[in-house]
């Protein structure tokens, strides 16, 4: 199983980005599928997560601005991230658990600058 995010980049604060996740490989209904994110010098975070029967998870910080969705059709997990501040800035990653949030597969992170 191989995970690739993409989507990232630099955008102005209020602005809005997709993250996108694909997964590759064998394709179980995984549970959960969620995005962390890694701001230099801080911990990597729990920012959103969806789990196999469509419930979600998100992050206080980001609630009203980001969404997280999954497609299992197309193999892929969405963060869609609306009115962006400075402190999202964050290198990205996605992760997809095999009914755990301990035991699964990360993608390779994608960076995402806010410029104020």
């Known amino acids: 199983v191989q995970l690739q995010a993409s989507g990232g980049g630099l955008v102005q604060a209020g602005g809005s980005l997709r993250l996108s996740c694909v997964v590759s490989?064998?394709?179980?209904?995984?549970?959960?599928m969620a995005w962390y994110r890694q701001a230099p010098g801080k911990q990597r975070e729990l920012v959103g997560a969806?789990?196999?029967?469509?419930?979600?998870t998100i992050q206080d910080s980001v609630k009203g601005r980001f969404t997280i969705s999954r497609d299992n059709a197309k193999k892929t997990v969405y963060l869609q991230m609306n009115n962006v501040k400075p402190e999202d800035t964050a290198v990205y990653y996605c992760?997809?658990?095999?009914?755990?949030?301990?035991?699964?597969?990360w993608g390779q992170g994608t960076q995402v600058t806010v410029s104020s």
């Open positions: 992760y997809v658990g095999l009914g755990t949030y301990n035991t699964g597969y």
């Open positions: 490989g064998t394709f179980v209904n995984f549970n959960p």
């Open positions: 969806i789990r196999s029967g469509g419930g979600t």
